[in-house]
């Protein structure tokens, strides 16, 4: 990886003189800077970020709570409610009563929902491999197995 930025004239010349590791900094910038520009590109479906990943669970699980969706997307349940709220009114999903708790709306995506998520997640996946677009397939690889083995170390 780090021939990757050299070949490419970066260097990694912010690194702390005393030999902090930078990954949790790199890796927030390296995820703001990808809802940026996935934010950027989504524009024109008139879709966030936040709403192609509430489509994006709902198309993992039709017929999902609010609250399944605020873990899968890990927001709190008032921003949930909000982009659930939203969605319904541009028709993008419906929410029904669960049969099993009347007080629990269960939420399912409609076809135009459908639409909007293939073609939001069509942008999110060039926008991906745009960047990750200097990486060999082995250090594509290879950084997969490392952030795998951060999320193991944390689990």
Do not use: Y
């Amino acid at each position: 990886m780090v021939r990757a930025a050299q070949r490419h004239g970066r260097t990694n010349s912010r690194r702390s003189t005393k030999g902090t590791p930078e990954v949790l900094k790199l890796t927030r910038r390296v995820m703001t800077l990808f809802r940026e520009r996935l934010d950027e590109q989504l524009r024109p479906l008139e879709v966030t970020t936040a709403q192609l990943k509430v489509l994006a669970a709902l198309t993992h699980e039709p017929g999902t709570s609010g609250a399944q969706i605020s873990r899968f997307c890990e927001v709190t349940p008032q921003t949930t409610h909000a982009l659930l709220a939203a969605a319904e009114k541009r028709g993008w999903l419906v929410r029904s009563p669960d049969p099993e708790n009347a007080h629990t709306l269960l939420a399912t995506l409609t076809p135009q929902g459908k639409r909007i998520f293939v073609r939001g997640r069509t942008i999110a996946r060039k926008l991906q491999t745009q960047m990750l677009g200097t990486l060999t397939a082995v250090e594509r690889g290879q950084l997969e197995i490392l952030l795998s083995q951060l999320i193991a170390n944390l689990g």
